[in-house]
């Protein structure tokens, strides 16, 4: 059986129920809204329908949701100030130090060799023994070498008693010729074997004093008695002609022997202040000056041999020693000076950045001695403003800062 499609009873089965908030009309219209749809009403709830509370709570709901998902398009702006340390222009000396290192030795020394072969007997001090270390003047015997070797190869008795002999014939025989008892060939003769018993004689009592070792210069023993493997030889120990006894120098006065290098060479001038570093006393400079530049360059490190004079009045330094020299090629006093992280490199050009206020102001200045710790500002900054040591490397100028310490 076929259906009219404008029969209300074919669209009732057709179409889904309709939601009365959807409908139009007042209060007063329901019935007649009822009459005149194919949906049941759902105010009041039921099978099939929705309260009306139900709804509005439902609303309300998706109302804020809507809101929550919404950015806020009111964000307040948020102000960063960079965290810098600051510090303060001031007054000092700046130095230019050309750096290097070198060994002590002594001014001069002196070495006193056994000449003559026999047995060693080293001299006795104050405190026993000579000993390394101990002082000693010019003239003081250090060691004797005794035995008959030194005899036999002296034999100062013999000669002595031959120059005297030759001495009574030659006064006898000048009576004689006085008297004209003898020709005057005869004198001269007696005369000839005088002379040369007195040349054997200086030759043994030479011999003899060479027995007794005797240093040169005074000064300090640097050795003693010492073999080629560097052992102490002991007291009879037999030395051949040529053995080192000791070696002496003065200690008081010592020179450091430093390399200068092209561009230190340039700067490098006899008379120049010095101050030498050794580890054994960290924080203690000891004084000296540049006496002396090497004529010629050592074809091997192509260095300049510098001399540096040391005083050493108290004994502390010792030759050997390995130190720290540093020579002051200029010094200037009371000028602008800032710590050497407050200067940057910008573009090519040195700047600071000077505080104003909560700000920072980029200034070119111009530098000129300094060393790993201060740099001299000659031009661009005045004594008491304050720029930033720590911090700078991301400041522009205008940049808003916040002074951490300072």
């Not at 040349?199 to 004093?209: N, P, Y």
């Not at 074809?299 to 010792?318: C, F, H, M, Q, S």
């Not at 004594?383 to 930033?388: D, I, L």
Request: glycine share 10%.
């Amino acid at each position: 059986m076929s259906r009219d499609a404008s029969d209300p009873r074919f669209a009732r089965e057709i179409l889904p129920p309709t939601p009365s908030f959807f409908k139009g009309g007042g209060a007063g219209s329901g019935s007649e809204a009822s009459a005149r749809s194919p949906f049941p009403p759902f105010e009041k709830g039921g099978p099939g329908g929705i309260s009306r509370r139900a709804a509005s709570g439902l609303l309300l709901l998706l109302v804020l949701l809507l809101a929550a998902c919404t950015p806020r398009t009111d964000t307040e702006a948020v102000e960063f100030r960079v965290p810098v340390t600051v510090q303060d222009v001031t007054l000092g000396t700046v130095e230019d130090l050309i750096v290097a290192t070198g060994t002590l030795r002594a001014l001069e020394s002196a070495q006193v060799r056994v000449e003559t072969t026999g047995f060693l007997t080293v001299a006795r001090g104050g405190a026993g023994r000579l000993a390394e270390g101990d002082r000693v003047r010019a003239g003081q015997v250090i060691a004797e070498v005794t035995g008959r070797d030194v005899a036999l190869e002296s034999r100062l008795a013999a000669t002595r008693k031959r120059y005297e002999s030759a001495q009574r014939v030659l006064e006898a025989r000048r009576k004689l010729f006085a008297e004209g008892l003898v020709p005057e060939e005869e004198v001269r003769e007696a005369e000839t074997q005088v002379e040369e018993a007195r040349l054997e004689l200086d030759r043994s009592q030479l011999t003899e004093d060479r027995t007794q070792l005797t240093a040169p210069i005074s000064g300090m023993i640097l050795s003693l008695a010492r073999d080629d493997s560097g052992l102490p030889v002991a007291d009879g120990q037999r030395l051949e002609r040529g053995f080192v006894i000791a070696r002496i120098a003065p200690t008081a006065t010592l020179i450091a022997d430093v390399d200068l290098v092209g561009p230190d060479l340039a700067r490098a001038e006899i008379g120049l202040e010095a101050r030498l570093r050794h580890y054994a006393w960290e924080g203690e400079r000891f004084r000296g000056r540049l006496v002396r530049l090497a004529p010629s360059i050592d074809p091997v490190t192509r260095t300049v041999k510098a001399e540096i004079e040391v005083d050493n009045a108290d004994g502390r330094l010792r030759p050997g020693m390995f130190v720290e020299v540093t020579l002051v090629a200029d010094r200037r006093e009371g000028v602008p000076v800032v710590p050497r992280e407050a200067v940057a490199e910008r573009g090519g050009a040195r700047v600071v950045f000077v505080l104003s206020g909560q700000r920072v102001t980029r200034r070119e200045v111009v530098t000129g001695l300094g060393d790993d710790e201060v740099v001299e500002i000659r031009q661009g900054l005045e004594p008491q403003e304050r720029v930033v040591v720590r911090g700078l490397e991301t400041l522009s100028d205008g940049t808003r800062v916040r002074v951490s310490q300072g």
